[in-house]
């Protein structure tokens, strides 16, 4: 039942029936259920106070919403450049990683490159021909000292290990930073704030709910007015209908004396009495509108329970706002915190990319050594073979130069034969006709030669064995 037609109904519905019999019996029934209607007038003010409460609600709000908006737009422009500085000190971490990340791959690579050289001279054992007799079998790794190299990358190691433990440090710092303003933002974005099921309206959506529920109140307020202004005028008609009925004094300034606050009826009897007409219709009326009066408190109970529901709307919104206002705060005062770590942060940023160009320059020196080492004994090992070669390129030349001397002593020798024979048979056909002192050398042998070493030594080459030194060969030139 609508308030405006529960008002008509009280106040102008003609009587359809005729009064009891005994007329006080009738009214007293009625007036007593009309006093205890007029108890409503409680849930009347209870909607007055809602409306006022909604009203200061909705101005506290205004107050708290332009504060958090300020605060907030505030907030917003620190965290661009907070996150500017952040995202370069980002990107120089992901890129010192990179660097990073390479120079232990380029020393893993090198290490291993190190350690197959090592293993090849391991693995050449020195012809026995070129040792002195009886000594043991040695390599080639036997006469370097790898020491050195292995100090060279224990440094580099212990290098590279600082160096990481200085990367993570920094990416620590660097990340605790950037959890700083992810937990600003958090708390500007309302995560970890979740929103009253009662509340309809997300705040989100950027307008407050509260106009619109000052407005709905406003109108159910009005409504149970006009409903209480209604029981009101009933209890009325019930007082002036027992005033008018022989005996109904009495009762009525008994019933009607203890009212509730806020309602004021008039009890004195009248002096001039109604007629037989007039009476009628007035009974008709009272007898039509008391069937209607508990309708009636039972509208204005349900606008007050829509009022207490909507102003648990208020309130859940308040409580939001007033959250929001308090993550707002505290994001600010995060921010202030983060913004005097914010020098620290950036000359810890700086200090490490300095450490770690001097790091990275000192690595590479290093392991540009380890290159060199690497390449000393690459060389050692083709010298090495290159020996072996020499060797038997020297055998074959003394082999050739002993072909030679033979040749030579061969040939000395038969001239030598034939110039005694020569000179044996000039002695024995002219010898007898010239005379001895006419050049004295002309009895003499003839001169022997003799071809040999220089100085009489003779160098003595190892005799390597042919498949030693064809291996040598394809080792330095490759197969043939």
Request: hydrophobic residues 35%.
């Given at each position: 039942m609508s308030s405006s037609s529960s008002r008509s109904s009280l106040e102008h519905n003609v009587p359809g029936s005729s009064a009891a019999t005994n007329p006080l019996d009738a009214l007293l029934p009625h007036l007593l259920a009309s006093k205890r209607s007029l108890a409503t007038i409680d849930q009347v003010y209870r909607a007055n106070d809602l409306c006022t409460s909604t009203q200061a609600a909705l101005e506290h709000s205004a107050v708290i919403t332009a504060r958090s908006s300020f605060l907030r737009s505030g907030i917003t422009s620190q965290l661009g450049v907070l996150d500017a500085v952040q995202q370069r000190a980002d990107n120089n971490?992901?890129?010192?990683?990179?660097?990073?990340?390479?120079?232990?791959?380029?020393?893993?690579?090198?290490e291993k490159r190190l350690s197959g050289t090592l293993d090849s001279l391991r693995s050449t054992i020195v012809e026995a021909?070129?040792?002195?007799?009886?000594?043991e079998r040695r390599c080639l790794l036997d006469f370097v000292d790898e020491s050195g190299v292995e100090g060279l990358v224990e440094s580099i190691r212990a290098w590279v290990k600082e160096v990481g433990r200085e990367l993570e440090v920094f990416v620590a710092g660097s990340r605790e930073f950037e959890d700083g303003l992810k937990n600003v933002r958090d708390l500007l974005d309302g995560k970890g704030r979740e929103?009253?099921?009662?509340?309809?309206?997300?705040?989100?959506?950027?307008?407050?709910?509260?106009?619109?529920?000052?407005?709905?109140?406003?109108?159910?307020?009005?409504?149970?007015?006009?409903?209480?202004?209604?029981?009101?005028?009933?209890?009325?008609?019930?007082?002036?209908?027992?005033?008018?009925?022989?005996?109904?004094?009495?009762?009525?300034l008994k019933i009607a004396g203890d009212l509730p606050d806020g309602v004021d009826i008039g009890l004195i009897v009248p002096s001039t009495p109604m007629s037989d007409e007039q009476r009628l219709e007035m009974m008709g009326v009272l007898e039509d509108d008391a069937g209607q009066v508990e309708d009636v408190v039972m509208e204005i109970r349900s606008h007050i329970i829509d009022m207490e529901a909507m102003d648990?709307?208020?309130?859940?919104?308040?409580?939001?706002?007033?959250?929001?206002?308090?993550?707002?705060?505290?994001?600010?005062?995060?921010?202030?915190?983060?913004?005097?770590?914010?020098?620290?942060?950036?000359?810890?940023?700086?200090?490490?990319?300095?450490?770690?160009d001097e790091a990275r320059a000192r690595i590479d020196e290093r392991l540009e050594e380890l290159e060199n080492a690497k390449g000393f004994y690459e060389g050692f090992l083709r010298a090495y073979d290159n020996l072996i070669i020499e060797i038997g390129r020297r055998k074959s030349n003394e082999a050739k130069m002993k072909r030679v001397v033979q040749d030579a002593i061969s040939s000395l020798e038969k001239l030598y034969e034939d110039d005694f024979y020569e000179r044996e048979a000039f002695k024995k056909e002219q010898g007898e006709f010239l005379p001895v002192d006419?050049?004295?050398?002309?009895?003499?042998?003839?001169?022997?030669?003799?071809?040999?070493?220089?100085?009489?030594?003779?160098?003595?080459?190892?005799?390597?064995?042919?498949?030693?030194?064809?291996?040598?060969?394809?080792?330095?030139?490759?197969?043939?």
């Open positions: 971490a992901r890129l010192v990683r990179t660097e990073f990340e390479d120079i232990v791959e380029g020393l893993d690579k090198a021909q070129l040792r002195p007799q009886g000594e929103l009253d099921s009662g509340s309809l309206d997300t705040p989100n959506n950027g307008r407050s709910p509260i106009p619109e529920i000052l407005g709905d109140m406003e109108e159910h307020a009005k409504e149970m007015a006009v409903n209480l202004e209604s029981l009101v005028s009933h209890f009325d008609l019930c007082v002036t209908a027992i005033k008018h009925t022989e005996g109904g004094g009495d009762a009525a648990q709307r208020v309130k859940t919104h308040m409580n939001f706002i007033a959250r929001e206002h308090d993550d707002t705060v505290a994001a600010f005062k995060m921010l202030e915190e983060i913004g005097q770590r914010l020098p620290t942060h950036i000359t810890r940023n700086q200090n490490f990319l300095t450490r770690w006419i050049w004295p050398a002309l009895l003499n042998a003839p001169t022997k030669f003799n071809v040999g070493p220089v100085g009489g030594v003779v160098e003595e080459v190892p005799d390597i064995s042919k498949s030693v030194i064809h291996k040598a060969i394809r080792r330095i030139h490759g197969p043939t």
